[in-house]
């Protein structure tokens, strides 16, 4: 749990000082993103998220790159 508040205020941190590459980030896409990372991840049959596994998610879906390359 400490990682994943410490790579969030890394991320806003990152807005706040480059905000040029948060400028395509938007709400659809960051909602896309994860949906695509969550259904994607392995599943336990639990009701919840493994926080290695938010946390991977997040950071593939704030990826400024295209999916698949």
């Known amino acids: 749990m400490p990682?994943?508040?410490d790579a969030l205020w890394d991320l806003r941190d990152s807005a706040y000082d480059?905000?040029?590459a948060?400028?395509?980030l938007t709400p659809l896409t960051l909602l896309q993103g994860l949906g695509e990372e969550f259904e994607a991840a392995p599943h336990d049959g639990g009701s919840q998220i493994p926080i290695p596994v938010f946390a991977s998610a997040l950071a593939k879906a704030l990826?400024?790159?295209p999916s698949g390359g």
Do not use: F, G, I, S
Request: proline content about 17%; overall charge negative.
């Open 3 to 5: 990682q994943l508040v």
């Open 18 to 20: 480059e905000p040029e």
């Open 22 to 24: 948060w400028a395509a």
């Open 63 to 65: 990826d400024p790159r």
